[in-house]
Structures are given as structure tokens and as C-alpha cells.
Nanobody, 119 residues
Framework: VQLQASGGGLVQAGDSLSLSCAAS????????MGWFRQAPGKEREFVAA????????YYSDSAKGRFTISRDSAKQEMYLQMNTLKPEDMAVYYC?????????????WGQGTLVTVSS
């Protein structure tokens, strides 16, 4: 079972970007899924999570109102739509499986995708 994040790139402040997380096998079934990020020189931090059913979502304060997490369990994919990007959003973004909606206890991690935001 593997997760792979994609969609990162170089954007300007104020732009939008959409990240995807694809899973091999049935990696998404019955699991909460989350997005995390790690900026240079900083610890990894929680960004957003979505429940196994897709009915509940939870966001960090920095993501609230600008980012939207969603999932398509039939496709075994998860998404993070990021709007109004800021330079402080620049980080490697990771998707993960199996933790709580407030970002704790995730056990399966994908390789990250780099988001660079120029001011």
C-alpha cells in the first residue's frame, strides 16, 4: 500500500493550486485521510483532514477559509484545493492515512510534493 502526492509547483502569491493524493490498492477504504506540510527548517504540521466517509473535514487555522480537502473513494484519491496562496504556504506537502481529524496518529505517509510560492 502506497500513497503518492502530486500537483506541487511554483506559483505566485495569490494564485491557486490543487494537490492530489493517489493510493495503490484499497488504501483509502474506511480511513480518515490528511494533508500535512513541512517548510524548510520547520517541523511537519497538520493542514487538513477528511473523514473516511467524506462527510467531515477539519482544517488548521492557517488553512481554514483558503484550502478545501476532498476525496473520491471510488478513485482512491484525495485532493487539496489551495486558494489565495501565501509565501508562508511554501512547503513540502504530504498526504497520510489513518489518523484523527485533528491530525494525530497518522501511520501511512506518502512522498511529498513541493509547493513554492513566490511573493
Amino acid at each position: 500500500v502506497q500513497l503518492q502526492a502530486s500537483g506541487g509547483g511554483l506559483v505566485q502569491a495569490g494564485d491557486s493550486l490543487s494537490l492530489s493524493c493517489a493510493a495503490s490498492g484499497r488504501a483509502f477504504d474506511n480511513y480518515n485521510m490528511g494533508w500535512f506540510r513541512q517548510a524548510p527548517g520547520k517541523e511537519r504540521e497538520f493542514v487538513a483532514a477528511i473523514s473516511w466517509s467524506g462527510r467531515n473535514t477539519y482544517y488548521s487555522d492557517s488553512a481554514k477559509g483558503r484550502f478545501t480537502i476532498s476525496r473520491d473513494s471510488a478513485k482512491q484519491e484525495m485532493y487539496l484545493q489551495m486558494n489565495t496562496l501565501k509565501p508562508e504556504d511554501m512547503a513540502v506537502y504530504y498526504c497520510a492515512r489513518g489518523g484523527s481529524l485533528d491530525g494525530l496518529g497518522y501511520t501511512l505517509w506518502g512522498q511529498g510534493t513541493l509547493v513554492t510560492v513566490s511573493s
